[in-house]
């Protein structure tokens, strides 16, 4: 493995993306969101529309893995224009996040921290978020970006203090929600650090995201020696963390084992729409799209089933009805499942009906 940082532009040489995504997912499990990979480049990876407001609600679209590049153009906060390291801080910055965010108690503190802590300007036009499993590769990585639950943040926290013994190994850094994402990673980067990141500790920032959502970012200085742990530090499975694994795939422990193999196909999402499980004829059914686990079920409907489908999230209740595909005719049921009374997401059923099916009256005696 090599490490080269020249003209700030950074080439990391490890394993490939593919064999990484399946150690992550050996060590967290399926239901554990993969990783982005972000970073600069010359070339867009793909064509993002203009972003109002947070440029951060569009880190959900690249999580569900669909590429998004941000650049000067398509960016209209001029706060995440500048933690994106594309303009000059703007003006009003420091009276703004004083005076009408109230993060810091004067304008003034607002400037002394930008000017130790503020991010480095972009090296080329785009700034890419793709998911790790549909990145050719780490080349041109600023950071690798994790948006989890506590559960998996625990995880990588053991994972970064496994080698290193120095109290910033993981840092919480005061910015916006871009700045502790793209800033950190970049500034860390310039001066060949060793510090990772906690961060969506920005009230503002939070709205775009779950209610137990932390970010967690591990720089490309970093992880080229992070990548060569994940399987020697507890989670490679000590009894500690096999429970905690066991947690943050509680749905998929959840499901019996018939589940997996009976003729039925069955999915299960959460409350916002993510896909957290597939059984074996559910993801038959749906290969030609390749793995769905992470994906949301709104990007993959229609108007009036995306309408159906947050209907029974929010009323908790059931719709069942039958569909046919050429000549075969299917039975669809939906109903959403509960955790201590609150609806926690949607699961569907869903089996071939025969063209002419016996109906019996059951006498009980």
């Not at 200085?221 to 490679?236: E, N």
């Not at 509680?250 to 019996?256: C, E, F, I, T």
Request: glycine fraction near 8%; hydrophobic fraction near 35%.
């Amino acid at each position: 493995m090599q490490y080269i940082c020249r003209y700030n532009i950074i080439h990391i040489r490890i394993m490939d993306t593919q064999t990484f995504t399946d150690r992550y997912r050996k060590a967290f499990g399926e239901a554990a969101p993969l990783p982005l990979i972000f970073g600069y480049s010359d070339e867009p990876a793909a064509d993002t529309a203009r972003i109002p407001g947070c440029f951060l609600k569009y880190v959900r679209k690249a999580m569900e893995g669909s590429p998004v590049s941000l650049c000067e153009d398509n960016i209209t906060c001029g706060g995440g224009k500048f933690y994106a390291g594309f303009t000059p801080m703007p003006d009003h910055v420091p009276v703004f996040v004083s005076e009408k965010e109230k993060y810091k108690a004067t304008p003034g503190l607002v400037r002394n921290c930008l000017e130790t802590r503020g991010p480095v300007t972009a090296h080329k036009r785009f700034l890419n978020f793709i998911r790790v499993d549909k990145a050719k590769s780490f080349d041109g990585m600023e950071g690798l970006l994790f948006i989890a639950s506590p559960d998996v943040i625990s995880g990588l926290c053991a994972w970064a203090f496994f080698d290193r013994n120095d109290p910033e190994t993981v840092s919480l850094v005061f910015g916006s929600g871009c700045s502790s994402v793209v800033a950190n990673a970049a500034r860390e980067n310039r001066i060949n650090g060793f510090r990772t990141f906690i961060g969506l500790t920005d009230p503002s920032a939070r709205q775009w995201f779950n209610e137990n959502d932390l970010s967690f970012v591990i720089p490309a200085c970093r992880f080229l020696d992070m990548s060569d742990t994940i399987d020697k530090c507890c989670l490679g499975g000590t009894a500690g963390w096999s429970r905690i694994r066991s947690r943050i795939n509680a749905v998929r422990q959840q499901v019996p084992s018939w589940a997996e193999v009976t003729g039925c196909a069955i999915t299960v999402c959460d409350a916002e729409g993510v896909i957290l499980y597939m059984n074996a004829k559910s993801r038959e059914n749906h290969s030609r799209y390749g793995n769905l686990i992470g994906k949301n079920l709104m990007d993959c409907h229609s108007e009036r089933s995306k309408e159906i489908i947050r209907r029974l999230l929010e009323t908790g209740g059931q719709n069942i009805y039958t569909i046919r595909q050429g000549e075969t005719r299917k039975l669809i049921y939906q109903s959403v499942w509960k955790e201590d009374g609150k609806v926690t997401g949607l699961c569907e059923i869903s089996f071939e009906l025969p063209e002419n099916i016996p109906e019996h009256t059951r006498i009980f005696v």
